[in-house]
């Protein structure tokens, strides 16, 4: 697989075309937007569910987050059915507030003092449920850099309306893994690929049966050889700088990693034959010479097929989500 060539194609949030999320939906600006496939709607369409992190409405003028006056809140969920992708990605509706006619925070966060906020990480709808790995953030530290009280895993089975905490992954070192988390399935299993807190460290994976995705005692952890009991067994099968992740499995490239890697100021895609590797060290797909403040960098399952990838990503000044094309060769 080659790298051909990537364009930003359009503004997912924020005002203006093609979605003006800050007049529908409250959201002048927010970040990540990773994507998962939610299954049909009630009019029986297909459809994905976009997820985004913190979210401000009227009073952010950026740079980047805040404040907290400006409507923020702590987490939102988008539904979009177009399968023209290559037009931008727009979003049908948010999950809302009616009485305050903007998108509405859906996983709860405890008060401020406790943790600062809750960041979604990863989105799967397994069977009609709907499942989002999230982290506790305690405070942030500097670039790239944060530390979570824990991370765990929510349930929907009302469509997204609302969510409840299941399982945990608890920090009390400030280096246990799993904190930033990224959902990928195959025929058989899930799969949780997981970091610790920040930017600058190896990803590792666990897997567990789609029946038992919310029971933490279910999953087991690649050592290197096998799967363990024990996330603390878990060894490096990502390495290197490893941000926020997006893992697929494409038709023809097989296993695809997206993700941040902050020391090479990019976001690259590696490639594996298998989910636990071995994984390619990584091509850029875009760059902060060409996209300043760049991160995440969530594929889109709709094209995994074949053709271009499509997919998000946010920076930082803009405080807003782009979608962005890449050309394979």
């Known amino acids: 697989m080659q790298i051909v060539e990537t364009t930003r194609l359009s503004r997912v949030t924020g005002v203006g075309e093609p979605n003006d999320t800050a007049t529908r939906f409250g959201i002048h600006g927010t970040d990540l937007g990773f994507i998962w496939d939610a299954g049909p709607g009630a009019g029986g369409d297909p459809r994905v569910f976009v997820m985004f992190g913190d979210t401000y409405g009227e009073g952010w003028a950026g740079p980047g987050a805040g404040p907290a006056t400006a409507q923020w809140r702590k987490n939102t969920l988008a539904v979009s059915t177009d399968r023209d992708l290559g037009s931008g990605l727009r979003l049908d509706a948010a999950v809302s507030w009616p009485e305050r006619g903007i998108a509405a925070q859906v996983i709860r966060s405890l008060p401020r ?5 809750v960041i979604p990480c990863s989105g799967i709808t397994v069977g009609g449920v709907h499942y989002v790995h999230w982290m506790s953030i305690l405070r942030w530290l500097g670039p790239g850099r944060w530390r979570t009280s824990h991370a765990g895993i929510a349930v929907s089975v009302d469509d997204g309306l609302s969510w409840r905490k299941l399982a945990r992954w608890w920090n009390p070192t400030g280096r246990e893994r799993f904190q930033v988390g990224c959902f990928a399935r195959d025929d058989e299993w899930i799969y949780l690929y997981g970091t610790t807190n920040g930017r600058f460290g190896p990803a590792f994976v666990a897997r567990t049966r789609p029946a038992d995705i919310g029971q933490r005692r279910a999953y087991r952890y690649f050592d290197g050889r096998t799967w363990v009991r024990g996330a603390h067994r878990a060894a ?14 494409h038709d023809q490239h097989g296993w695809l990693a997206m993700h941040l890697d902050e020391r090479r100021a990019a976001i690259l895609v590696r490639r594996a034959p298998e989910p636990t590797g071995p994984w390619t060290d990584g091509e850029p797909v875009a760059d902060a010479a060409a996209y300043p403040g760049l991160y995440g960098g969530f594929i889109h399952p709709w094209c995994l097929a074949g053709g271009p990838l499509y997919w998000t990503m946010s920076q930082w000044d803009d405080y807003d989500v782009f979608w962005m094309r890449t050309e394979l060769g």
């Open 113 to 117: 003092w406790v943790e600062h906020t």
């Open 236 to 249: 490096p099968v990502l390495p290197g700088n490893v941000g926020e992740l997006s893992v697929a499995r």
